[in-house]
């Protein structure tokens, strides 16, 4: 199994910045992809952002320029950095992780448990 532990959301005001990171562990042989998604009442979860394991990287168009993610993969984490953030960004953004494990090779989808981003004067 998997297990992710993401920190760093909050209230933050518009124009402001955060840094989302989300850490996984657990008997993991390979992470294929890590990255955010986000969910917002009465929305359907969307991708945020995504980084795959050659690095390459796929945003959506709607924080292309604002938000920016890097991965540690030495620690299996991964980071957004999220600037010029607007009302819009509010959402509870979810840790998203491909991988497998050492008893079962097979890549799986794992999900962090949200955490809530606020933007708001």
């Known amino acids: 199994q998997v297990q992710l532990e993401e920190s760093g959301g909050g209230l933050v005001q518009p124009g402001g910045s955060l840094r989302l990171s989300c850490a996984a562990s657990?008997?993991?042989?390979?992470?294929?992809?890590m990255g955010w998604y986000r969910q917002a009442p009465g929305n359907q979860r969307e991708l945020v952002a995504n980084?795959?394991?050659?690095?390459?990287?796929n945003y959506a168009d709607s924080v292309k320029g604002r938000f920016t993610i890097s991965r540690d993969n030495a620690k299996n984490t991964v980071y957004l950095q999220m600037n010029s953030l607007t009302p819009e960004d509010t959402a509870v953004y979810y840790c998203?992780?491909?991988?497998?494990?050492?008893?079962?090779?097979?890549?799986?989808?794992?999900w962090g448990q949200g955490t809530q981003v606020t933007v708001s004067s």
């Open positions: 657990g008997s993991i042989s390979r992470i294929l992809v």
């Open positions: 998203n992780v491909v991988a497998g494990t050492v008893v079962s090779p097979r890549l799986y989808n794992y």
């Open positions: 980084i795959i394991s050659g690095g390459s990287t």
